[in-house]
């Protein structure tokens, strides 16, 4: 068993190194088959055009037949989309469905960035990935997916994060820009660097069961211009307190939301870039720009909002605005200070907190009495897995102060055969819930009668490091 | 969240994502006429903190079209009318 593990692994590190490889090459001749492709089209500006009797090749025609035929798309929509060059920024839950069906449409160009590995816990979401990439750089799985579904692609890997200082140079050489990423610090830079360049942008984002969908910069015309569509600071100025932001990994995500979200980035993409949208065109003015809702279950499940035009005092494309190219990537604008930065939560001083492998010690002596643990996940999680002999109490039933009693009376929760000066312990998955609410409980008065009120160090990771190794991690 | 509309005297008030999981549902219905520039400070009142966690990095809209708060705490701006329907829309950056 061993021994197979091992050989997987060097295997999967085999396929890793010869993917990293393999796009260095496609890169090194994307940029040969680009050159050429300039040659061509220098000498058939001299010698006349190429003649070729059909504008695309015959494997094309069947490949694409059934989108040609339908309508407004047509063979002038299928050479625009060869013709175009579609940067994603981000190859997770919105990033990956988007791909397939862009990949799929014939966009002609196709750049990827996204400096994370896959995990399992991508997996049932991010179809582009498979169980066999796991440790795999996304990037090199999305396009080698990509590659078998779609040969006749150019493909482009980026596999770095999107930052201040690349941003002009990734950017730049693409028509249109998705941002299928997962923090405010990327939304607002992306949208920042699509302004700057003149870049149209489809933004989605998904959590739980919603999503949102927001064509942005269409068209991208120069900041000042009031005919240019919103861009994200238009519609969102401020950023969302950096303690209530909430990720897939905290907060959840159900596969077919975020995936419903992706698979419509790629129709707004392809109606774009068919309707020959990517750049503006003279005299154009911004269509009623608006966001689309989605709230699986919510009734109806679909709401379009209408949203602002350019806001007139815009940081970012307005007149006013002090947004530069020099100053995106000198630096001196910091978007991890402006979206706020979550510091460690140290709540409890170090002896109001207790190490998983003590409390292990405390429930073998005490026998499971004389003590109560209260794990503050939500309910959901606690469902799944929790320790033996522990309560439930969620965080989220607790921050309205619902669950804390009046100051001095014992809140609802304690059991009666609890004795008054019975140790309460607190723990949730990482270890920063379980100190908000041990320190609530003790200003509420709870520790008067000399009882210890104190958490669970780093929480269940701990558990499962310390005293549990079969814990189910999710 | 349904289709039900607010009863009479009352505006409905929809809560998108993050925001349906400060105030604990999907929508709720309060007393109209209710001037915008009040909004916050009714919803402050009924949820502690929401405003300065939530409501100020909102898109706010009333009857699916954006709308603007006026700028000085104390302007009324436009008013919301029974039967109106206003939706809390927080930006959410995941995916």
């Known amino acids: 068993m061993d021994q197979a593990t091992k050989s997987a692994e060097t295997l999967r590190r085999q396929i890793a190194a010869t993917e990293e490889e393999l796009s260095r090459l496609r890169e090194q001749l994307a940029v040969i088959e680009n050159e050429e492709v300039q040659n061509l089209k220098g000498l058939s500006l001299e010698e006349g055009p190429v003649t070729r009797k059909w504008p695309l090749e015959l494997e094309e025609y069947k490949r694409y037949g059934r989108q040609m035929i339908v309508p407004n798309i047509g063979i002038q929509g299928q050479l625009r989309l060869k013709a175009a060059s579609v940067l994603i920024v981000g190859a997770g839950g919105l990033g990956c469905p988007a791909a397939a069906y862009i990949a799929g449409a014939g966009v002609g160009t196709i750049g990827i960035v996204d400096g994370d590995v896959v995990e399992t816990s991508n997996l049932h979401r991010q179809i582009l990935h498979s169980t066999a990439k796991v440790g795999m750089k996304k990037v090199d799985s999305a396009i080698s997916f990509l590659t078998s579904l779609n040969p006749n692609l150019r493909y482009i890997a980026h596999t770095e994060h999107l930052t201040p200082q690349n941003a002009r140079e990734i950017v730049e050489k693409y028509d249109l820009v998705l941002d299928c990423t997962d923090h405010p610090t990327s939304r607002y830079l992306i949208s920042d660097i699509c302004v700057l360049l003149h870049k149209p942008l489809i933004s989605a984002s998904a959590l739980r069961t919603d999503g949102q969908l927001i064509i942005l910069n269409s068209p991208p015309l120069p900041a000042g211009d009031a005919s240019g569509g919103p861009c994200y600071r238009c519609v969102f100025p401020k950023p969302p307190p950096a303690e209530s932001v909430v990720s897939c990994g905290d907060g959840g995500i159900l596969g077919p939301v975020v995936g419903t979200m992706g698979v419509l980035q790629a129709l707004e993409a392809v109606k774009l870039i068919t309707a020959g949208k990517l750049r503006a065109a003279e005299g154009e003015k911004a269509a009623e720009a608006s966001m689309l809702l989605f709230s699986a279950n919510s009734n109806p499940p679909f709401r379009s909002v209408r949203l602002r035009a350019r806001r007139p005092k815009c940081f970012a494309c307005s007149a006013e605005g002090g947004l530069t190219l020099e100053s995106l990537s000198s630096g001196s604008l910091d978007y991890v200070l402006f979206c706020g930065v979550t510091a460690p939560v140290k709540i409890l001083r170090p002896e109001e907190r207790i190490e998983a492998s003590e409390y292990e010690k405390i429930m073998e002596e005490r026998k499971g009495k004389e003590h109560l643990l209260v794990d503050v996940r939500e309910k959901v999680q606690f469902d799944i897995c929790s320790i033996k002999g522990s309560i439930n109490v969620p965080f989220s039933t607790v921050q309205g102060s619902r669950a804390l009693a009046p100051q001095g009376e014992k809140p609802p929760w304690i059991p009666e055969s609890l004795a008054p000066d019975a140790p309460i312990y607190f723990v949730c998955r990482l270890g920063n819930d379980s100190q908000v609410v041990a320190r609530k409980l003790k200003e509420s008065g709870l520790d008067k009668e000399g009882r210890y009120i104190g958490d669970i160090k780093d929480g269940l990771k701990a558990w499962k490091e310390q005293v549990d190794s079969s814990w189910p991690e999710y | ?95």
């Open chain 2, 1 to 95: 969240m349904s289709t039900s509309k607010a009863p009479p005297g009352h505006f409905k008030i929809l809560y998108f994502g993050p925001a349906e999981n400060h105030t604990r549902k999907g929508s709720e219905n309060l007393p109209a006429p209710l001037p915008i520039g009040k909004l916050f400070s009714t919803l402050e009142e009924k949820y502690g903190g929401i405003k300065a966690n939530l409501l100020e990095s909102c898109l706010i809209t009333v009857n699916l079209e954006y709308v603007d708060l006026p700028e000085d705490e104390n302007e009324e701006g436009i008013m919301i009318q029974e039967g109106d329907e206003v939706a809390i829309i927080p930006p959410v950056s995941s995916g």
